[in-house]
Structures are given as structure tokens and as C-alpha cells.
């Protein structure tokens, strides 16, 4: 079975960090792009960030940027969302899943697959 399990998620004060990480199972993540989603509650699922098969090149959502950094371990089959200067309104499950490409191109839902149960991550003093 193809499955993405995200870890890391947990607790932590405004202005704290926290590393997200993405695991693969049952397949490699070497040819494909990698995305990064949220979702707080009564909200729709958000893209904050994207890193193509290579790791070459990267996206982040206006609200991340300067941030959050969204790197990958091909070897280790496995991609991470470091986020520093964290936010209440960071606060959400965060979810990672598979693009059907190489390479990043926006956050449409239906072009990702094999998405994991998701972690969640909450920023509260």
C-alpha cells in the first residue's frame, strides 16, 4: 500500500519551532514532488509549501515564507517542513502527499495522492 505518515506535529509557543517530517511507504518519493497542506478547523485544506523530485526547487504560500523550509532526504525517503516563528494561526492538522509530477505547480487537491493521516501541530501560549 502507497502511504505518506507525517510526525512531529505536537504543541509549542507562539514564536517556537517545530520539524515536520513526511515518510514514504511502499514506494519511493525520488520521482515525485512532495506537498505540504493544512487544515484548521471549519477550514478548507491550504497548500503551504512544495519541493520538486530533485529537491531543486521550492514553493511556499505567502503566509509560510521566510518561515517554514521544505526539504527532502531522498535517501531516507523522506521529506521535511521545518517551521520557525510559529503562529497561532499555524495551528491545524498538517498533511503531506504525493503530486503526480516531478516538479511543483500550484496546491490543486486532485493532483495529490497517497495523502497521510495527518499531525497536528498547535501554537498556544
Known amino acids: 500500500q502507497l502511504q505518506l505518515v507525517e510526525s512531529g506535529g505536537g504543541l509549542v509557543q507562539p514564536g517556537g519551532s517545530l520539524t515536520l517530517s513526511c515518510a514514504a511507504s511502499?514506494?519511493?518519493?525520488?520521482?515525485?514532488?512532495i506537498g505540504w497542506f493544512r487544515q484548521a478547523p471549519g477550514k478548507e485544506r491550504e497548500g503551504v509549501s512544495c519541493?520538486?523530485?530533485?529537491?531543486?526547487?521550492?514553493d511556499y504560500v505567502d503566509s509560510v515564507k521566510g518561515r517554514f523550509t521544505i526539504s527532502r532526504d531522498n535517501a531516507k525517503n523522506t521529506v521535511y517542513l521545518q517551521m520557525n516563528s510559529l503562529k497561532p494561526e499555524d495551528t491545524a492538522v498538517y498533511f503531506c502527499?504525493?503530486?503526480?509530477?516531478?516538479?511543483?505547480?500550484?496546491?490543486?487537491?486532485?493532483?495529490?495522492?497517497?495523502w497521510g493521516q495527518g499531525t497536528q501541530v498547535t501554537v498556544s501560549s
Open positions: 502527499a504525493a503530486r503526480g509530477f516531478d516538479y511543483c505547480s500550484g496546491y490543486q487537491l486532485s493532483f495529490f495522492g497517497s
Open positions: 511502499g514506494f519511493t518519493l525520488d520521482y515525485f514532488a
Open positions: 519541493i520538486s523530485s530533485s529537491g531543486g526547487s521550492t
